[in-house]
């Protein structure tokens, strides 16, 4: 199931997660209803989403959603997004590491934003099949001088270890 979910917010300046451990639920239930959690786009406040079966995640508070900053994800690219951040968060020479950045002058989200050997790079996570929009996507992060890592998931592009 596909739920508008995001991983990241801005609070103050600065961007936290909800799936840490670094904010409580209650702390981030908590600032949600303060509506101080927002948008690292727009600036229009987020609210905290958990359940039981869902893992926590936040969401434009009035359903209008910024363009530039939700789209619906399955939970296989919520959770390939968070593995991959903290895997290159480890990595030698990494720094600067973001996870769901945004660029303003190409108005995108990345799902991981770092620097290496001071040039701009970015991970996709790509979970649902696109063509068109890939080339689109990644034209734009040329044209800004970002090297691009597309990485595709399992459920839409493989089916028993073969590419469909």
């Known amino acids: 199931k596909e739920v508008t979910a995001i991983l ?6 600065e961007i936290i ?3 840490d451990g670094t904010h409580t639920r209650e702390q981030l239930k908590q600032w949600s209803k303060k509506k101080i959690l ?10 905290y989403c958990h359940g039981r ?3 926590p995640y936040f969401r434009h508070a009035d359903k209008t959603e910024c363009e530039s900053y939700s789209e619906p994800e399955t939970n296989e690219h919520m959770q390939g997004k968070i593995d991959l951040y903290e895997w290159i968060k ?10 769901e950045g945004w660029i303003p002058e190409t108005k995108q989200r990345p799902d991981i934003m770092f620097t290496y050997r ?19 996507r990644h034209e734009l992060y040329q044209t800004a001088g ?5 990485i595709c998931g399992t459920e839409k592009y493989f089916q028993k270890n073969k590419l469909i």
Do not use: F, M
């Open 8 to 13: 990241t917010c801005k609070i103050r300046n």
């Open 17 to 19: 997660n909800c799936y």
């Open 38 to 47: 927002l948008c690292p786009a727009c600036g229009k406040p987020y609210e």
């Open 53 to 55: 079966i869902v893992d």
């Open 90 to 99: 480890k990595q030698k020479g990494v720094r600067d590491v973001v996870l």
């Open 118 to 136: 001071n040039e701009l790079w970015v991970i996709e996570y790509q979970c649902s099949p696109i063509s068109t929009e890939y080339v689109e």
């Open 146 to 150: 970002i090297h691009d890592i597309w």
